[in-house]
């Protein structure tokens, strides 16, 4: 017989070649039934006739604590509610060597980090807004041509008794 | 000629009425846009002691009826808002509309755009009829701080509060409208408009719709985009919906919600949850009622109302029990941490310079900048700042900040560990009481008011949950009383189906029948 780990570990490799990881990690509850399927795999590897297997055949007959969920409880994520994969430009992943001091010249490293960060929302890098100098200028008090205007900096804030007085003579 | 008599019935109430009814009078034609915006503006002027207003925008909502006038006549029809009056709070940006946050510092800002709630509505057709008065940065409970002055409550004018009060001519003892989004809540319950927008970063929109007697909706944080929304606090800001009823809050928060670009913190809301529906079978609910809401100061009249919507849900098969949220007592500290640092930074943007009020002071920058934040915030804003400033310090960070962080992180739990234990919804109070009168509210600062006030709100914001409050009962004063409905985050559909439920039965009067109606 097969042993778990065999199943799991040829599977595994189907995955890699065929399916993205990732949809894979989000299982299911008693619907879609993996280990159904395990069996199937089971079967037909073995060229045994068909009978009924039943989840607890695969293991050992002992009895099950209620408390713990009998099966997976991953919930599949349907392709539809990934976003798409980011491109990952080859600029970047250069950038992302030397930050990190490790190399991933290899394509699977490339497509390992693609997926990890397919997670999240990400809107494309590109400047949507802007040029509007004309409308922001007007809102301030003092402007000479496009600048704004302060008074000279690197002067320290008057000392507190100084402050006081400072504050009380401006308009409130 | 039965047309006629239907015309003749409305006109008086037409303001009276719900989004919904109002929405099918407009494309049955028994009013037009324009007719409709002339009311509004028209009832604006008379409610004008109010103070609900600080800018009304008349030439711009005339202009905006017409366009829906003649979308109407020519049968393009934008949506259920078209043609509908709204009235917006003064810290969301509208393009070349002054936008004040009721403050000095502001008072002659002309925002170069809109925020996006506020154009989501306008792309709808609705029609925007003026900016609504609050406390100066949203920052209070009473609506009683901003710099444009206070918001009378509309109930102070009905017939229950005055008669009980003497029926006396006397004007002093007017009721506050809660705040900080005092105006919005006064705006819609005045009937000048048939939705409002708040913000709500501790209960500054459900506060103000409690003791208005409106519904007011906190969606989950990330749900409403805060872009154009003049930040307090970054991390609980949300805008709030104020309306007549659950269905029309239904209805707005449809046309609101989804992701925004321009705002990194929206989501797009997972479609498995419930919509709003209007035959929720509340056989199917549990309710929870967390017992650490029964704090200090809460009037007996409103524990009252709390029980009685117990037995109602309960009555009709839903099954309520106790639950607990043992951090609830701390939940206002932390927030009140939280949201100084916040502030802190937030207000750290306004120095005179790019934009809002600069000082004459002109000796250096510091000074100048100094000089106009003094000029331009009002003590309560300078308190806050200065707070934050102190949680912020080195030698301070890991004993406020941080701690408040991780007392946030516990209230955020105690609310999962109850949702997760089956409970639906949580059914507690709005706020402690109905509104105080001006004179008595006053008597105490901003800061204790608010330590007080929020203490039942703010919890939903520190947690990013949805809250609703819906108007139950007027008070033994007349005044009217709410309750608050708080559910798992992204369930805004659920709860407003609840909330429906409730309002279906318990009969809260409109404040139009306490009043002559309108030629």
């Known amino acids: 017989m097969l042993g778990i780990h065999q199943i799991y570990g040829r599977r595994r490799v189907q995955l890699n070649i065929i399916l993205p990881l990732l949809c894979r990690y989000y299982y299911a509850s008693r619907t879609d039934n993996m280990l159904s399927t395990n069996v199937k795999t089971l079967r037909k590897t073995r060229n045994t006739p068909s009978r009924p297997v039943t989840v607890a055949r695969l293991y050992s007959s002992n009895k099950h604590n209620s408390k713990v969920p009998k099966v997976p409880t991953w919930e599949p994520l349907g392709e539809d509610r990934i976003p798409s994969l980011p491109q990952v430009s080859s600029d970047l992943v250069d950038k992302l060597e030397r930050l990190a001091l490790v190399d991933f010249r290899t394509k699977e490293g490339l497509v390992c980090l693609e997926r990890a960060i397919r997670q999240l929302f990400l809107r494309g890098d590109t400047v949507t807004e802007g040029d509007c100098a004309e409308k922001l200028l007007p809102l301030s008090n003092t402007t000479v041509e496009e600048y704004f205007v302060a008074p000279p900096g690197n002067i320290p804030l008057p000392r507190r008794e100084e402050r006081a007085s400072m504050l009380k003579h401006s308009e409130f | ?519």
């Open chain 2, 1 to 519: 000629m039965p047309g006629n008599r239907w015309a003749l019935r409305y006109c008086g109430n037409m303001l009276s009425l719900t989004i919904k009814e109002v929405s099918l009078a407009l494309r049955e034609g028994k009013i037009s846009p324009l007719e409709l915006c002339r009311k509004c503006l028209k009832r604006i002027k008379k409610t004008q002691h109010l103070n609900a207003y600080i800018t009304v925008t008349e030439e711009l909502a005339l202009k905006q009826a017409e366009e829906a006038e003649s979308r109407l006549l020519q049968g393009v029809y934008q949506g259920i808002l078209d043609g509908i009056p709204f009235a917006v709070k003064d810290n969301f940006c509208t393009e070349n509309i002054r936008t004040t946050c009721a403050s000095r510092m502001l008072k002659d800002f002309l925002p170069p755009y809109n925020a996006t709630v506020v154009q989501k509505l306008l792309d709808q057709g609705a029609v925007l009829v003026g900016k609504t008065n609050m406390d100066e940065f949203a920052m209070g409970s009473g609506s009683t701080d901003g710099v444009f002055g206070p918001v009378r409550n509309p109930w102070s004018y009905a017939a229950p509060y005055r008669e009980q009060s003497g029926g006396a001519e006397d004007d002093s003892e007017w009721v506050i409208t809660g705040g900080s989004s005092g105006g919005s809540g006064a705006a819609v319950t005045s009937l000048t408009s048939f939705l409002a927008l708040g913000s709500d970063t501790g209960g500054s929109t459900r506060n103000p719709g409690a003791l208005c007697g409106a519904v007011a909706l906190k969606p989950t944080y990330g749900l409403l985009s805060r872009h154009g929304l003049i930040p307090l606090v970054n991390s609980m800001d949300v805008p709030g919906i104020v309306t007549r009823s659950t269905s029309d809050a239904a209805i707005v928060l449809e046309v609101l919600q989804g992701r925004d670009l321009k705002d990194s913190t929206t989501v797009q809301s997972p479609t498995s949850h419930a919509g709003f529906s209007e035959d929720f079978d509340v056989r199917n609910l549990c309710v929870g009622i967390p017992k650490e809401y029964h704090a200090p100061g809460l009037s007996q009249e409103t524990l009252a109302q709390w029980s009685r919507l117990a037995d109602l849900l309960e009555g009709a098969g839903a099954r309520v029990r106790e639950v607990s949220l043992p951090h609830t007592q701390h939940s206002i500290v932390c927030y009140h941490v939280l949201c100084c640092a916040e502030v802190a930074s937030n207000m750290a943007r306004f120095d005179g310079l790019e934009y809002g009020h600069r000082s004459t002071e002109d000796s250096s920058t510091d000074a100048m900048y100094a000089a106009s934040r003094h000029e331009g915030f009002n003590a309560v804003v300078r308190g806050r700042i200065l707070s934050g400033n102190f949680f912020l310090l080195q030698q301070n960070y890991e004993r406020y900040f941080l701690k408040a962080q991780q007392v946030r992180r516990l209230i955020a739990e105690d609310f999962e560990h109850a949702f997760s234990a089956g409970v639906d919804v949580l059914l507690t109070p709005t706020t402690l009481s109905d509104a105080a009168s001006y004179s008595h509210f006053i008597q105490a600062d901003n800061r204790t008011r608010s330590t007080q006030e929020d203490v039942f709100t703010q919890p939903a914001n520190l947690a990013g949950l949805p809250a609703v409050s819906v108007p139950t009962a007027l008070s033994s004063r007349g005044l009217p009383i709410g309750l608050q409905l708080i559910g798992p985050a992204f369930q805004d559909g659920m709860l407003l189906s609840v909330a429906h439920w409730i309002e279906q039965r318990v009969g809260f009067p409109s404040i139009s029948n306490y009043e002559v109606p309108n030629k």
